[in-house]
């Protein structure tokens, strides 16, 4: 193959990724979706532009590097506030879940297509493998809550190291005549086994490298790092095959969760680099696709896919998370999302390389069955992520706090249990402490008058700020800065202003603010008067208030008396533009209207999905 020719297709391959990446921020669809079509039409199915098989054995070699790249960045950038929290909807998620998974799959491809048991369950484990390289961008583009992100992310960095020991234990069973069950339970727990032991020992020794600042300059930082994936990855496959991805993906979450200086810089990296690999192994692998794979599959393969995204996923995700805490919206979506990515298509092209000495027919029956699950899940995913979780209501309201103190503290705890995303900015580091171990949302260190430190709390995708630090010359700075630089409008900005002769300032300057001295005393005035609605409220665990925009067009046209609302819940306010009405009973409610419910929190919360 002609040099000339490795550098035009590359160049091509990098120009798509970067009109694919353009387009999926533009339409706001995950770029894969477009990778994957480019590499449909380019490959020899299409126009014949790329043709993988010219680059031979050099093709698992750029696949294997991109695969060790993209699960260790998946990894790093967990988020690992919420690690102990959803550590055990995880271990459940990559042990039951993805034996489900590999059953159910196997059940299927056996009953509809013919396959033997034993290529039904190396299919199986294939497709157990809900990959970081689908799962990191579209979580990047929907931004759900905090806690089926982490989910999301963990599940596919980890399960797709399971899925490859599972699928060559299966290959081994396959082709070695005397391989038996016996023989591979126990030598599967040993791969796994290998895999975190030179995993925790690669990431301790890269955390110690990049610890020497003495030696070790910013500029090193990425050097030393990818000199550490390559050799924790080459040193775990060396004493056993296919363990080197569990021990990358278990090296990147220690790297990930300690105080290693540069992180955020070998973070960004790592990111970057990931992007470009993604774009060239996602059009090489579709440019692999046959579509006579697919054709001699037939119908029944369709079937197969269709079984597997709507019976075997939600029944594999539902068993994993029976005692968790996950509500049944976030149970649903976690369900609705599970697109395969690299790892499946790369472990079948090999296999099927591997079983043409074995049987040519299945192995290019599980290529075929392999890719169409990969485009199925990949498309449905990646057009339908956001429409579901708008409609199950699992994409929150980013929320930046200023100020981890006691008021700062309370609300994001309130926030948090609410279901929102909440990031906390303090100086403090015992504050920060506090909330990520306590009321478990990030906390960001520092000056949060420094533009550098609101950034990297991730105030561009925030939306509302609210400063509650006890210094008022703080609040106002901060409130101006996400004003005048970030674009922020009077309707995102809220403030505590500790001395009430301060409230005018911030009025004036388009702040929606609250002073604690002037808010106690008007709601111990009303506790004198009205006990019982007051005490209800009281700022505690019983009561909330909400104000919600009426979606619902059931509600629309109907007067206060006709929504038969719970009892513990009312209506006490109805914006409608800038008029603020005060409702009674013949108020009819308009599209476009807002109200504001007070209450017990299980009767608002109630009344506030009536309205959505």
Not at 81 to 87: E, F, I, R, Y
Request: aromatic content about 6%; glycine content about 8%; hydrophobic content about 50%.
């Amino acid at each position: 193959m002609e040099p000339i020719y490795v550098f035009a297709v590359l160049a091509m391959i990098l120009l798509v990724g970067i009109v694919a990446q353009t387009i999926g921020k533009i339409t706001r669809i995950p770029s894969i979706v477009f990778l994957l079509a480019a590499g449909i039409l380019l490959g020899p199915e299409g126009v014949g532009c790329i043709d993988p098989s010219l680059y031979g054995d050099g093709l698992r070699l750029i696949v294997t590097f991109a695969v060790v790249i993209i699960v260790f960045d998946g990894g790093i950038n967990i988020d690992h506030q919420h690690l102990h929290a959803v550590s055990k909807t995880v271990l459940m998620l990559v042990s039951v879940g993805v034996a489900v998974t590999m059953t159910g799959s196997a059940v299927a491809a056996h009953e509809l297509i013919g396959l033997d048991w034993g290529f039904a369950f190396l299919f199986g484990a294939l497709v157990a493998a809900t990959g970081p390289t689908v799962i990191v961008p579209l979580m990047k583009t929907i931004r759900v809550n905090n806690r089926i992100r982490s989910i999301l992310e963990i599940e596919g960095v980890l399960n797709d190291a399971v899925s490859i020991i599972l699928a060559a234990m299966i290959f081994e069973w396959i082709t070695i005549p005397q391989s038996n069950i016996e023989y591979g339970i126990p030598m599967f727990l040993f791969r796994i086994a290998i895999g975190a032991t030179v995993g925790v020992v690669g990431g301790s020794l890269c955390i110690f490298a990049l610890s020497q600042t003495r030696v070790v300059t910013r500029q090193l930082t990425h050097f030393i790092t990818l000199a550490h994936i390559l050799l924790t990855y080459t040193i775990a496959e060396i004493i056993s095959n296919e363990t080197g991805i569990f021990a990358v993906a278990t090296a990147a979450v220690c790297v990930g969760m300690s105080d290693t200086p540069y992180k955020e810089e070998i973070q960004e990296f790592k990111s970057d680099l990931s992007t470009i690999l993604l774009s060239v192994i996602f059009i090489l692998l579709a440019a692999m696709l046959k579509f006579d794979n697919i054709r001699d599959i037939g119908v029944n393969g369709v079937f197969v896919i269709a079984a597997i995204i709507f019976v075997v996923r939600p029944i594999a995700v539902f068993a994993s998370t029976t005692h968790s805490q996950l509500r049944l919206r976030e149970r649903t979506f976690i369900a609705a999302i599970g697109p395969r990515g690299v790892v499946p298509a790369s472990m079948a092209t090999y296999f099927a390389i591997e079983l043409a000495h074995v049987d040519a027919t299945a192995g290019d029956t599980i290529m075929g069955l392999v890719f169409l699950c990969i485009i199925a899940t990949v498309i449905l995913t990646g057009l339908l992520a956001r429409p579901i979780a708008n409609a199950l209501k699992v994409i929150p309201m980013e929320i930046l706090i200023i100020g981890g103190g006691g008021v700062g503290c309370t609300l994001a705890h309130r926030l948090a249990k609410r279901g929102e995303n909440v990031v906390v900015i303090d100086t403090e580091i015992d504050n920060c402490r506090r909330i990520e171990d306590k009321v478990g949302v990030p906390a960001v260190c520092g000056d949060a008058e420094s533009i550098t430190t609101l950034t990297k709390a991730g105030i561009k995708d925030a939306k509302y700020l609210v400063a509650t630090t006890d210094q008022d010359g703080v609040n106002l700075l901060v409130c101006q800065i996400a004003k005048n630089k970030f674009g922020f409008g009077e309707d995102r900005l809220i403030a505590r202003v500790n001395d009430p002769k301060n409230l005018p300032t911030f009025r004036d300057l388009g702040i929606r603010s609250m002073n604690p001295i002037t808010s106690a005393a008007a709601i111990l005035d009303h506790l004198i008067g009205h006990p019982s609605l007051f005490s209800m409220y009281e700022l505690g665990e019983h009561g909330e208030i909400v104000e919600i925009l009426v979606e619902n067009p059931e509600m629309i046209g109907k007067s206060i008396k006709e929504l038969d609302l719970p009892a513990n819940a009312l209506v006490v306010l109805v914006r409608r533009g800038d008029a603020r009405l005060i409702p009674c009973g013949d108020l009819v409610i308009e599209s476009g209207d807002h109200v504001t419910i007070m209450g017990k929190m299980a009767a608002v919360r109630k009344t506030a999905r009536m309205f959505r």
